[in-house]
Structures are given as structure tokens and as C-alpha cells.
């Protein structure tokens, strides 16, 4: 039988380590895929599996995914947020690829774009204050 493993896309400096340790109690072997796994301390200090992938790319988190599916059971895939929510909507899109409960990518995505979300918001009939999108510096003005 196959080692559970719950993957991680990117970690948190404050925080991924709870989730490591939420995992380990749950019996589960956690795998950090990070574009720069050296940015988190705990990896290394607690013994974490980590993997250098590029977390923009999503064929090829998907490639790692699939790697690590052929010798653990992927028991969930989770991300984390910092200056880029784009993590969560990458995570929901590895969730359905790998049929695992996760978000819905669309949704993520349509909650962290503002002007996507306006959009939305308008076309349901909530009042919004009135936007523009700016392009350029002279949009700005």
C-alpha cells in the first residue's frame, strides 16, 4: 500500500510549517513543490520533502504530480497565498486534474481580478461604485 502524501505548492514562512505538522498528525508525508524551496527554513529543519518546479507552470506541476501519484497516494493538493492568490486557482486546477476535491479555478480566479470580479458583480445586479480599467499611466489620470 502506498504512502499518503498531501502535496504543497510553494509553502508560507509563518505558517507552512502548522500545515506540515497538521499533516504529520493526520499520518500523512508532505511534499513542498517550490520554485525556490531554500526560502522556507522549516523544509530543511524539519526534514520536509522538497522539490525545486517552476510553480508559474502548470504542466509542470502537472509532470511532478504524476511522478509522485506513481509512489505515494495523493491525498490532497494545497497552496498557499502570499503576494500572488494565483496559487489557490493553480491549485483548484491540479485538484481537477487529478480528480481531487479542491476550488474551482474559475471562481478563484474571478475572485481575485477586481475588475473581473466587478464584472461579475454588476452582471448579478449588486451595486458597485463606478470603475475603469487603466492600461497605461494616462489611463491613470
Same mark, same amino acid.
Given at each position: 500500500?502506498?504512502?499518503?502524501?498531501?502535496?504543497l505548492?510553494? +509553502?508560507?514562512?509563518?505558517?507552512?510549517?502548522?500545515?506540515?505538522?497538521?499533516?504529520?498528525?493526520?499520518?500523512?508525508?508532505?511534499?513542498?513543490?517550490?520554485?525556490?524551496?531554500?526560502?522556507?527554513?522549516?523544509?530543511?529543519?524539519? +526534514?520536509?520533502?522538497?522539490?525545486?518546479?517552476?510553480t508559474?507552470?502548470?504542466?509542470?506541476?502537472?509532470?511532478?504530480?504524476?511522478?509522485?501519484?506513481?509512489?505515494?497516494?495523493?491525498?490532497?493538493?494545497?497552496?498557499?497565498?502570499?503576494?500572488?492568490?494565483?496559487?489557490?486557482?493553480?491549485? +483548484?486546477?491540479?485538484?481537477r486534474?487529478?480528480?481531487?476535491?479542491?476550488?474551482?479555478?474559475?471562481?478563484?480566479?474571478?475572485?481575485?481580478?477586481?475588475?473581473?470580479?466587478?464584472?461579475?458583480?454588476?452582471?448579478?445586479?449588486?451595486?458597485?461604485?463606478?470603475?475603469?480599467?487603466?492600461?497605461?499611466?494616462?489611463?491613470?489620470?
Open positions: 500500500m502506498a504512502r499518503r502524501a498531501l502535496i505548492v510553494e +509553502g508560507h514562512r509563518s505558517i507552512g510549517l502548522l500545515y506540515v505538522q497538521a499533516a504529520q498528525r493526520l499520518g500523512l508525508h508532505t511534499i513542498t513543490l517550490s520554485a525556490d524551496p531554500t526560502q522556507y527554513d522549516y523544509l530543511a529543519a524539519e +526534514g520536509v520533502e522538497a522539490i525545486q518546479v517552476d508559474d507552470d502548470l504542466d509542470a506541476l502537472i509532470h511532478e504530480c504524476s511522478r509522485l501519484g506513481a509512489t505515494y497516494d495523493i491525498a490532497g493538493i494545497a497552496g498557499f497565498t502570499g503576494s500572488d492568490e494565483s496559487v489557490c486557482a493553480t491549485v +483548484g486546477k491540479l485538484c486534474h487529478f480528480d481531487l476535491p479542491g476550488p474551482n479555478p474559475a471562481s478563484i480566479e474571478g475572485c481575485y481580478d477586481k475588475f473581473t470580479q466587478r464584472q461579475l458583480l454588476e452582471k448579478a445586479g449588486v451595486p458597485i461604485p463606478a470603475y475603469r480599467v487603466a492600461t497605461d499611466a494616462a489611463g491613470v489620470e
